[in-house]
């Protein structure tokens, strides 16, 4: 059983940036692929970021791509997400995700997921 814990949301002015973090009770992340969603009140939550198990490969929604980078260090089973340049557009409940099998863009390609960290960006 993997537990996720996200961390860093708040309140940020547009063009600011702000850093989340995502710690799992697992040993090791290394052989999970991880992934962020975000969900803004009546939407449907929806991919931002994925890294494989190595942390070599990564993708972006492109809503985002430019401006949120992510990363992870397995020794610390820890899993980030630097967002830049935010808009109002990104606020939203950010939730951290694991993956046994694959880093897709769906929320049912992983099986784990975090209670979920408020962003919100303020005009």
């Known amino acids: 059983q993997v537990q996720l814990v996200e961390s860093g949301g708040g309140l940020v002015q547009a063009g600011g940036s702000l850093g989340l973090s995502c710690a799992a009770s697992?040993?090791?992340?290394?052989?999970?692929?991880m992934g962020w969603f975000r969900q803004a009140p009546g939407k449907e939550r929806e991919f931002v970021a994925s890294?494989?198990?190595?942390?070599?490969?990564?993708r972006y929604a492109d809503s985002v791509k430019g401006r949120f980078t992510i990363s992870r260090d397995n020794a610390k089973n820890t899993v980030y997400l630097q967002m830049s340049s935010l808009k109002t557009e990104d606020t939203a409940i950010y939730y951290c995700?694991?993956?046994?099998?694959?880093?897709?863009?769906?929320?049912?390609?992983?099986?784990?997921w975090g209670q979920g960290t408020q962003v919100t960006v303020s005009s």
């Open positions: 890294i494989n198990w190595s942390g070599r490969n990564t």
């Open positions: 995700a694991a993956a046994f099998t694959n880093w897709g863009v769906s929320k049912n390609d992983y099986d784990y």
């Open positions: 697992a040993r090791t992340l290394n052989n999970f692929a």
